[in-house]
């Protein structure tokens, strides 16, 4: 079967990766492959792609879109098997805030206003692209996420799209708390603004809550043939609604989109998985792992002098002078967003749930490692600047991802919400069991107890303070039951959530049209 993917991100190629997205574009592709299939993955080529070696034009397609006429020109960028193909569409619109940069960050006064009319260049641009077949016609479109949302749209309803609308879709959730909202019209970023002159029916596209606004998101899920997922549990979690006081992140809205969905036998829950290589990253010395970690922070610096660097550069060289081998180190790897960190920077009785945290681990210490809101990066740091058993690496090396994967004593990933998470699932491949708020993917890959550990509550507090007894009962084992603590990295080290038993479900549950 012939697969054609539609996303913001593509991880295989250089560049090509800021979130989750991006390593389900790099990983499930070659895994459906490897099944026999043929896949085109397409991604705007944000002026970097279509540079990158080997990448080669292959075609201009002239379209309308936004009132005006508008050329992109399609790449073929190498992928190294032969049933992969890679494809960059280009366009000046795709590079607004610099060479190879995804995503541009909107005022919270207009969210996604500048996205959302390059992603929705992007999906008229592949409409069109596949109805004059400058793209391969596939036997199955598989949409990632709002970026390729309005594909669905305008499969559907744009009367010049007729070609292409027998091709069976489907659409995967991979975040429901981004949808890409717009205003209908009133608005340079807006529906009409777009698409002047179209009369889409409204009954799938506006908003739930926002009758004045079109939700891409909530037409793809209307529109495609099925609708997948990132894990089983976040698949049950948005069939309800989001509850702010309860600490619950549900359908953000469109769960009654999403029971109709599931009402119908369209909505599907399928973990997503990660490689398992021959050999393994290997397990540090304390020494090593922080010698590591200021060689990488020392290297930031030299590039960009900020305080955070300079906090972490002085905690690790206080660190290296007792690197203290029979004290736990706590790690964290991850995007710093409200969604991964809410719940340890929430307030707690005038200080956050981390401090409380960090005084329970007595020497033990806790790395944090990722970027992201720069609001959360200046918590983080300031707290690290008080708290000796603290450090924040603020940025993203992946050999510096890897020696706290494989080196850490225990994970932290107390998401708010998860629809379904690699990081907990790389630490286990390494032997480190997590500690996690027990949502979406993270409840479908740790059992309590067994793997790993998991805490709950039926409020954001609650959920705080079953997080710190939960940190306290592993710690203690960690501690005094070094037998059952080795039985867990080992339980961990077990587990597979290979890509090729999510592929083999995605032919038997989503592409389920047949096809050559
Ligand atoms: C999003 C989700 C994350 C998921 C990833 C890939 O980033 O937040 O949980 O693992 O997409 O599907």
Known sequence: MHILMLAAENGALPGGKVGGIGDVIRDLPRALVARGHRVSVVTPGYG??????????????????????????????????????????????????????????DSPERPFATDATRFALLCSAVARGLVEQALPRPDVLHLHDWHAALLALLQQHDGSCRSIRDIPSVYSIH????????????????????????SFPLADMVDPRYSDCINPTRA??????????V???????????????????????LEADLRDAADQGRLVGILNGVDYPDTAHPRLSRQVLFEHALET??????????????VA??????????????????????????????????????????????SRLDDGRL?????????????LTEIAARVPNLVFLRGF???????????????????????????????????????????????????QGVSGFLFSGATPAEQAANLLTCVDAALAMWRKQPQAWQALREQAAAQRFTWDAAAQRMEEELYVWGGG
């Open 297 to 310: 922070v020392v290297a930031w610096r030299s590039t960009e002098d900020l305080r955070m660097h300079h």
């Open 231 to 253: 894990s089983p549990t976040y698949a049950q979690e948005i069939l309800s609604p989001t509850d702010t006081e309860r600490g619950f992140v549900g359908g953000e809205g």
């Open 367 to 379: 790395m944090i490692l990722g970027n992201g809101d720069a609001a959360l990066e200046g918590r």
């Open 175 to 198: 975040n429901l708390s981004l949808q890409g909202i717009r205003p209908l019209t009133g608005d340079v970023s807006s529906l009409a603004a777009w698409f002047p002159g179209s």
């Open 220 to 229: 793809a899920i209307r529109l495609c043939g099925k609708i997948h997922a």
């Open 48 to 105: 970097h792609f279509s540079c990158l070696p080997g990448a080669q034009a292959i075609a201009k397609t002239a379209l309308a879109f936004g009132g005006e006429r508008h050329t992109v020109t399609w790449y073929r960028v190498p992928s190294q098997l032969p049933a992969l193909e890679y494809f960059a569409v280009e366009h000046p619109r795709f590079n607004v805030d610099g060479v190879g940069k995804i995503y541009h960050h």
């Open 397 to 447: 090396a992946e050999r510096l991802g890897n020696d706290l994967y494989s080196s850490g004593d225990l994970f932290l990933m107390p998401s708010s919400f998860e629809p379904c998470g690699i990081s907990q699932m790389l630490a286990m491949r390494a032997g480190q069991p997590c500690l996690a708020h027990s949502v979406g993917g993270l409840r479908d890959t740790i059992q």
């Open 313 to 358: 550069i002085e905690r690790l060289e206080q660190w290296l002078a007792a690197p203290a081998d029979d004290a736990p180190v706590l790690t964290s790897v991850g995007r710093l967003t409200v969604q991964k960190l809410g719940l340890l920077l929430q307030g707690l009785e005038g200080h956050t749930v981390l401090e409380d945290l960090l």
